[in-house]
């Protein structure tokens, strides 16, 4: 392929993501299920403008390294250390139950399977991709209703927050087992080395920027080191300790999200993500979401994925939440307002395609579910709330 058709394919994936974004606002959606159905649009599914390329393949995995970059630095560490451990509880039954539901589901559906088979990774997979939250639709609807700042508004922030850092723990666990060479203990013994060299090393790394962000404040040679330090920690994370790359460049947000410049850090972050590489990611999912591969089968298999992924997030914190101390109307705001999926899901679902835990077709699911996941969690919370 000649190297300037990539223009080409970039001018049509971006008018035509920012398009279907503006149209997915309009109709209250999330704007990157917009950006998803775009690229299914000018994908080889349809209209077939645009083909998966290896230059935007690349490009797509950089959108989602600035993707966790730029969550990490939004992490609120005083907010986490504040939590407590209600909090914590209920973002590890959070991730829990959906895990385990994926997993029956896949297995009910399609069969069990023996541990260490493809069958197998793909089950448990399907869980890993149901334990993602993404609060900003619940943030925004609990805002409008005055009840951002109570209790049950700050125990969901807190557990998300909780539950985002323990859902990158568990994919970094899941996909290193795909290894056919690793072993659950050396997986255990990688992951458990790279928190301890990252916690070592952020110490250091933290004081550094520190140092220089009081030296040469708001010039642009921070976010510049700060896009040095999300490269490197996603590098060696894949290729020192065999797990995802977004981990550590999470993990680099992380380290950052502390200095007095983050939020400078993250605007310039978040115009290279929002310009080009987050809508060319987005897009890329479309490109290689497949509905010549829709069944019936597959369609019912997409309903029940949506509805166990609901259901058991509601589950799983909504009866934590109940354990420790909350009323049952309390719990049940709680357990909705996890319920919403967003882009770490698909940032997931990604990762599970490229290590070839799940198939393609199965990106269907996980954008139903972010879509379906997105329009009732308002409702639902406003039927709550306005019933005390």
């Not at 974004?21 to 998803?36: D, M, R």
């Not at 088979?117 to 900003?136: C, D, E, K, R």
């Not at 590489?277 to 010549?292: Q, W």
Request: hydrophobic share 55%; with cysteine.
């Amino acid at each position: 392929m000649e190297t300037y058709v990539i223009f080409r394919d970039l001018a049509i994936i971006l008018i035509f993501a920012k398009l279907c974004g503006l149209i997915a606002a309009k109709l209250k959606a999330p704007q990157v299920v917009g950006e998803i159905i775009a690229g299914l649009i000018i994908g080889p599914s349809i209209l077939g403008l645009v083909q998966q390329t290896e230059l935007i393949s690349g490009m797509a995995e950089i959108g989602v390294v600035l993707l966790m970059f730029f969550a990490g630095l939004q992490t609120s560490l005083r907010d986490l250390m504040r939590t407590g451990w209600k909090a914590l509880l209920i973002a590890c039954s959070g991730v829990f139950v959906p895990l385990l539901g994926g997993y029956l589901l896949y297995c009910c559906y399609y069969g069990f399977a023996p541990s260490g088979t493809s069958q197998f990774y793909s089950a448990l997979f399907t869980g890993v991709i149901m334990t993602a939250t993404s609060v900003s639709i619940t943030v925004a609807s609990l805002q409008e209703l005055g009840y951002l700042k109570s209790e049950t508004g700050t125990t969901i922030m807190s557990a998300a927050i909780i539950d985002d850092v323990i859902g990158i723990i568990v994919l970094t666990f899941v996909v290193g087992m795909k290894d056919p060479d690793s072993k659950p203990s050396s997986v255990i013994i990688s992951t458990v080395l790279f928190f301890a060299a990252a916690i070592i090393f952020g110490v250091i790394i933290y004081r550094i920027f520190k140092y220089l962000d009081k030296r040469y404040p708001h010039t642009r040679r921070i976010p510049i080191l700060g896009f040095v330090l999300a490269f490197a920690m996603a590098y060696a994370a894949e290729k020192y300790f065999g797990i995802a790359d977004i981990t550590g460049a999470y993990v680099a947000g992380i380290i950052l999200c502390s200095i007095d410049d983050s939020e400078y850090i993250a605007r310039k972050v978040d115009i290279s993500s929002y310009m080009l590489f987050a809508p060319v990611f987005f897009a890329s999912i479309g490109l290689k979401t497949s509905i010549d591969d829709m069944t019936p089968s597959l369609l019912l298999f997409c309903v029940l994925f949506v509805i166990v992924a609901l259901i058991t997030k509601v589950i799983g914190c909504g009866l934590m939440s109940r354990v420790l101390g909350f009323n049952t109307k309390d719990s049940l705001k709680i357990g909705v307002g996890m319920m919403t999926r967003g882009e770490v899901a698909l940032i997931v679902a990604q990762k599970g395609l490229q290590v070839g835990m799940i198939q393609s077709k199965y990106f269907s699911a996980v954008i139903l579910l972010i879509l379906v996941s997105s329009i009732i969690t308002p409702i639902f919370l406003k039927m709550l709330y306005k019933s005390n």
